[in-house]
């Protein structure tokens, strides 16, 4: 038996649909967004440029954990997703409200835990029943990396509600200008998690923007404390952080 379309017209019309199909699958593939990275550009920077996660831009592009992109290198930019803020409202609020007077901080200081487990309650007992501190917990803000609090939360505490000074330096001089920011963690074994680094990148926006600093500002304990310290450890990424920093800073509002 002869098999043939059932008529011309019907024949006709299944070779534009095909033609239609393929034009389409071919249009959506010319109409990849590319990007070509400029001199100083960091994976994340771009990332949060075209509001995708830095772990799905690696992934597309085959970039290993070091995140590690290269001027003219042309990245394929996933579909975007639907933007997620890094920071709670409560602590949006909590920076906000707070009465910074005018020069009340010079510095922003990054510390980790130096223990893989714990929250603000927990560091607040401990400093106040094995270092004494008369005011608590010594630190401005504590991150959480999953255990005991939530993997990139950030909790603002008391010293900052209240613009006391801080508990985290050696000197009492640098502890009245310095705000401290701890992360739950032993960066000495590891890195901080992700979504920590990507909390800490928001916060630190905020406070520069909040405190009126530039990001110099930033600093480690080990870069400012009068003595000796390994903190906040041997694989914390400072340097991209501070590129990161300063690319996000110096974009201009959108």
Request: with cysteine; proline share 4%.
């Amino acid at each position: 038996m002869q098999t043939s379309c059932p008529s011309r017209r019907a024949c006709g019309l299944a070779v534009v649909v095909a033609v239609c199909l393929l034009a389409f699958s071919m249009g959506g593939a010319l109409a990849e967004t590319i990007h070509v990275v400029k001199r100083g550009e960091t994976l994340t920077g771009i990332a949060r440029r075209y509001g995708v996660a830095a772990a799905r831009l690696a992934e597309v592009n085959g970039i290993g954990r070091n995140g590690y992109v290269y001027a003219g290198q042309r990245l394929v930019i996933p579909e975007r997703e639907a933007f997620k803020p890094r920071l709670t409202a409560s602590v949006q609020r909590a920076i906000e409200s707070a009465n910074v007077r005018p020069g009340r901080w010079r510095y922003i200081v990054i510390h980790h835990s130096g223990v893989n487990v714990g929250n603000v309650k927990s560091m607040d007992r401990y400093h106040r029943e094995e270092r004494h501190m008369e005011h608590g917990l010594a630190y401005h803000f504590v991150i959480g990396n999953g255990n005991g609090m939530g993997d990139g939360e950030v909790a603002a505490t008391r010293r900052w509600n209240e613009q006391l000074d801080g508990g985290h330096l050696a000197s009492e001089a640098q502890n009245k200008v310095a705000v401290g920011i701890c992360l739950v963690g032993n960066f000495d074994q590891r890195k901080p998690t992700e979504r920590q680094m990507e909390s800490l990148q928001a916060l630190l926006e905020a406070l520069l923007k909040r405190c009126r600093l530039s990001p110099d500002a930033i600093k480690t304990h080990q870069q400012i404390n009068v003595v000796k310290t390994r903190c906040p450890g041997r694989f914390f990424p400072f340097q991209t952080l501070m590129r990161d920093v300063r690319e996000a800073v110096a974009a201009p509002a959108r």
